[in-house]
């Protein structure tokens, strides 16, 4: 499976935009980059995903780098419910028997830390 | 509040039993994923079942298994219990049976083995 690299940790004031980076090298054509982030005692939560093109949706932005070998998710105002741990994942589309499907492979994340 | 839900939410145990952890997909959801999220290994794919079918396979352990009923509800079936298995267990459900879909996942299962 193709590896997502982040930083361990990452520092924000409330208000502030957030840049969260992602390397994801060895990703494939078909492989899609999706974001999740979980809270604190919390099952993970959907952010956002893209194939090619930048996203915007109303919790955050995607910018995905023309050779498609990093992505930076973009927190436009940080809030304290924002402190969560990111995760960037490359979701691997597998055929079997003609039927496609797919799994997520969690990294460890980046632990994001508001402060007021 | 993701529309997926899981029960216990709490689970305690002694080495050597077998427990049974539920998932209830959000409503019109057809397929259902196991992870296990320890201190160590992060959160690892399980298994995913689509419409009453398994699907993929992850780290899921022979221990292990799971399957997902008529009104696609899914259990996970843990055997033979080992220290190590204590962690979070989540499900999360999508509507189709690719991962580009979003998954939404459940709150957990917090399964201690003593």
Not at chain 1, 94 to 113: D, E, P, R, V
Not at chain 2, 8 to 21: D, E, N, Y
Not at chain 2, 78 to 105: H, I, P, V
């Amino acid at each position: 499976d193709a590896k997502t690299t982040q930083p361990n940790s990452m520092e924000s004031n409330e208000e502030e935009p957030v840049h969260l980076p992602c390397n994801h090298s060895t990703i494939s054509g078909t492989d899609y980059i999706h974001w999740y982030r979980q809270l604190p005692s919390q099952g993970p939560e959907y952010v956002i995903h893209g194939l090619t093109s930048n996203v915007n949706n109303r919790m955050a932005s995607l910018a995905i780098a023309e050779d498609r070998k990093s992505s930076t998710l973009i927190l436009h105002r940080a809030t304290l419910r924002d402190a969560a741990v990111y995760y960037c994942i490359l979701s691997l589309i597998q055929s079997a028997g003609g039927t496609s499907y797919g799994k997520l492979t969690f990294g460890q994340g980046t632990i994001l830390t508001v402060h007021p | 509040d993701s529309g997926v839900t899981q029960t216990p939410k709490h689970l305690i145990t002694a080495t050597g039993q077998r427990v049974t952890l539920r998932c209830s997909p959000r409503s019109g959801d057809l397929s259902v994923y196991w992870y296990q999220q320890s201190l160590d290994q992060g959160l690892q794919f399980l298994i995913q079942y689509y419409n009453g079918e398994e699907r993929a396979k992850g780290n899921i352990l022979e221990r292990f298994s799971a399957q997902q009923f008529p009104d696609l509800h899914s259990e996970l079936n843990l055997s033979s219990l080992e220290l190590g298995d204590s962690a979070l267990y989540f499900c999360a459900s999508t509507r189709d049976k690719t991962a580009t879909d979003t998954q939404y996942f459940g709150p957990g299962t917090r399964l201690t083995v003593l």
